[in-house]
């Protein structure tokens, strides 16, 4: 820019020049702004994302604008009914118009709510093939989802499905009694939707509001069908038609509202399949066997510790026991030592007894010593006496019982001093007898 100025005659000059580029760089700035602008927004108009952007608000409570009015219309159909004898003349146009039996504005409205539904399948499956991670091409299942609901609208509105019940029952194809006519479309809907149904649970598992929405709407389709095949058992014939006729709108308005919340959940969340979010029924569950495993934990923790008591109780219970029997042993054994050195000591009065007593024989016994047999004899007696004696226990004029309690030692002790007393007494004889 300064060797651009050089040339200039003036200071005037060369500021009026510096202006001029100065304006000219700003208007290729902005030129640029609104050319990038303008490639930005022909993207998004290519996509088809701000057009859809626009109808379908970021905020999920916005949505009602478009899925209350409709549950409103078809609520004032059936109070409509309802209400027809109050509001029209049996025999008017009008009362006939309303009649949910004869006229036509139920199945147009329910065939347009379910046209309506397809497109918003289809609308589901061109989004969804825009993930980067839907290698198995699930995305084509909503396409088959539309073709049901374009079918399902067919034959709402132009009652093909009784045509075709019909052409069974005439063709003689199968017979089920008198339930044909109803079971010939029923069958194969069930057939066809239960598999529908479980594809379309796998997808929505990641938006839990549609997902509420299609399992209320699936409850729905499955009492419409329960109450037409016991209509006969429920009372308030009068009214069926029109519980029936409330109760499949009602399903058609549910499977909108949640292909609707689908939608937006696609747009502004993700648009990859879904993450396997356990259910809340498995998380109650789960929730309550973790509870129940806890309690029994810890009631197996309390019969252990109170097991643990009992057995620290019986075992207090036997040292107790074993003490106290120790106790008695020890005062027995002192009892024991105490009785025999009571009886050892009046032992050598009998004995100074005997030797009196032998004394006293033996002067009275010394005058007829002369009329005794020959010496041979005296000492063949003698031999014999000595012999038996030495047969002869020594403990056995002792007490055996006073053995009892008693340990070896001890035992060993006493029978000890009983020889030696024995031993005592025999020499005592022996030297009397000598």
Avoid at 170 to 178: I, V
Wanted: hydrophobic share 35%; aromatic share 8%.
């Amino acid at each position: 820019m300064s060797t651009g100025f050089a040339g200039s005659r003036s200071m005037d000059e060369r500021r009026r020049r510096r202006l001029a580029s100065e304006s000219s760089e700003s208007l290729e700035d902005s030129n640029e702004d609104t050319i990038s602008q303008n490639i930005a927004r022909t993207h998004r108009f290519a996509a088809g994302q701000y057009p859809l952007r626009t109808l379908i608000f970021p905020r999920r409570w916005k949505l009602s604008v478009y899925y209350l009015p409709v549950l409103l219309c078809l609520a004032a159909i059936v109070a409509a009914d309802l209400y027809r004898p109050e509001l029209t003349k049996p025999d008017s146009a009008l009362a006939g118009y309303l009649s949910l039996k004869s006229s036509p504005l139920a199945q147009v409205l329910s065939g347009a709510l379910l046209l309506i539904s397809g497109q918003l399948a289809l609308l589901i499956a061109s989004l969804r093939t825009q993930s980067l991670h839907d290698f198995s091409g699930r995305y084509r299942l909503w396409k088959w989802v539309a073709c049901g609901l374009y079918l399902f609208a067919l034959c709402t509105t132009t009652s093909l499905h009784q045509v075709w019940a019909t052409t069974v029952i005439e063709l003689n194809l199968f017979d089920w009694g008198p339930q044909t006519q109803l079971l010939a479309w029923i069958v194969p809907t069930l057939v066809l939707g239960s598999s529908v149904a479980l594809m379309t649970y796998l997808e929505l598992r990641g938006d839990r509001a549609g997902l509420n929405m299609t399992i209320i709407a699936i409850a729905s389709y499955v009492g419409y069908l329960t109450f037409q095949f016991t209509d006969n058992l429920i009372p308030g014939t009068a009214y069926h038609h029109l519980i029936g006729s409330g109760l499949l709108m009602f399903a058609h308005w549910s499977f909108f509202t949640s292909l609707l919340l689908h939608t937006h959940h696609l747009l502004y969340q993700s648009v990859d399949l879904p993450e396997k979010v356990p259910s809340r029924l498995t998380k109650f569950g789960g929730e309550y066997l973790r509870r129940r495993r806890i309690r029994r934990k810890a009631k197996q923790v309390a019969k252990a510790s109170q097991r643990k008591k009992q057995l620290e109780a019986t075992r207090l219970q036997q040292e107790a026991y074993e003490k106290a029997r120790r106790e008695e042993q020890v005062a027995q054994k002192q009892n024991q030592q105490v009785t025999p050195a009571a009886s050892k000591e009046p032992k050598p009065v009998p004995a100074a007894v005997e030797k009196k007593n032998v004394s006293k024989k033996t002067k009275t016994a010394e005058p007829a010593k002369a009329e005794s047999p020959p010496e041979t004899a005296n000492t063949a007696s003698q031999k014999k006496t000595s012999s038996t004696k030495k047969n002869v226990r020594v403990d056995q004029s002792h007490d055996p019982e006073q053995l009892k309690g008693l340990s070896k030692r001890e035992r060993r002790k006493l029978q000890k001093q009983w020889r030696e007393a024995e031993r005592q007494n025999a020499t005592e004889d022996e030297s009397d007898w000598s």
